[in-house]
Antibody, heavy 121, light 107 residues
Framework: EVQLVESGGGLVQPGGSLRLSCAAS????????MSWVRQAPGKGLEWVAN????????YYVDSVKGRFTISRDNAKNSLYLQMSSLRAEDTAVYYC??????????????WGQGTLVTVSS | DIQMTQSPSSLSASVGDRVTITCRAS??????LNWYQQKPGKAPKLLIY???SLQGGVPSRFSGSGSGTDFTLTVSSLQPEDFATYYC?????????FGQGTKVEIK
C-alpha cells in the first residue's frame, strides 16, 4: 500500500524557516517524480514544486523560487521541502504527492494527509 | 502560466441527480487534465486522469471528457458520498495549475 506521511509543520514567525519531510513507503520511491502541493485555509490547491527521480531536475512555482528548496534522499525514501523567508501567504496545509509519469498521462496519483504550516507573529 | 477556470464555483444537487462540472484552460493542454475530489480535512483523491480515464477503484458513475481547452467531469447519479469539492488540474506545462474548485452541496 502506498503511503506518504508528512511532518515538520508548525507555527513560525514571518521571515523564519521550516523544513518539511515526507516519508514514503509501499512503492519504489527512487522510481518516481515527487511534488509538494499546498492549500491555504479555505482556498484551492496550488502546486509548489517537484523533483525528478535522482534529484537532478527541480521546478518551482514563481512565488516560492529562491525561498523554497525541494530535495530527496532515496536511501531514506524521503522527500523534503526547505522553506525560508516565510511569509504570511505561505500559511497552508502542505501535501506531498507522488507523480505518475507515463506515455499517456502525467499527474499526482497518491497524496499524503498534509502538514499545516502557519506563518504568524 | 495556464489558467484553469471551473464552472460553476458551487452547485446544489440532490441524490440521484446528474451533475456536470466544466473546466476551461487558457490555452490548449491536449489531454493533460486530471480531476480530483476533496472532502473537508482530507487530501485530494484522483478520480480521472488524462481527461477521460477512470482511476482504479473510482465508481463508474464518474466520467470525464474533453481535449484541448474544454473539459467536463460528469457524475451520472450523485450519491451521498459525492458531496465534496472537485478540482481540475493541468500538467501540460509548468507551473502546473488547478482550477479554483467546484463545491457540490446537498440541495
Amino acid at each position: 500500500e502506498v503511503q506518504l506521511v508528512e511532518s515538520g509543520g508548525g507555527l513560525v514567525q514571518p521571515g523564519g524557516s521550516l523544513r518539511l519531510s515526507c516519508a514514503a513507503s509501499g512503492f519504489t520511491f527512487s522510481g518516481y517524480w515527487m511534488s509538494w502541493v499546498r492549500q491555504a485555509p479555505g482556498k484551492g490547491l496550488e502546486w509548489v514544486a517537484n523533483i525528478n527521480q535522482d534529484g537532478g531536475e527541480k521546478y518551482y512555482v514563481d512565488s516560492v523560487k529562491g525561498r523554497f528548496t525541494i530535495s530527496r534522499d532515496n536511501a531514506k525514501n524521503s522527500l523534503y521541502l526547505q522553506m525560508s523567508s516565510l511569509r504570511a501567504e505561505d500559511t497552508a496545509v502542505y501535501y506531498c504527492a507522488r507523480v505518475e509519469v507515463s506515455s499517456s498521462w502525467l499527474g499526482h496519483d497518491y497524496w499524503g494527509q498534509g502538514t499545516l504550516v502557519t506563518v504568524s507573529s | 502560466d495556464i489558467q484553469m477556470t471551473q464552472s460553476p464555483s458551487s452547485l446544489s444537487a440532490s441524490v440521484g441527480d446528474r451533475v456536470t462540472i466544466t473546466c476551461r484552460a487558457s490555452q490548449s493542454i491536449s489531454i493533460y487534465l486530471n480531476w480530483y475530489q476533496q472532502k473537508p480535512g482530507k487530501a485530494p483523491k484522483l478520480l480521472i486522469y488524462a481527461a477521460s480515464s477512470l482511476q482504479g477503484g473510482v465508481p463508474s458513475r464518474f466520467s470525464g471528457s474533453g481535449s484541448g481547452t474544454d473539459f467536463t467531469l460528469t457524475v451520472s447519479s450523485l450519491q451521498p458520498e459525492d458531496f465534496a469539492t472537485y478540482y481540475c488540474h493541468q500538467t501540460y506545462s509548468r507551473p502546473w495549475t488547478f482550477g479554483q474548485g467546484t463545491k457540490v452541496e446537498i440541495k
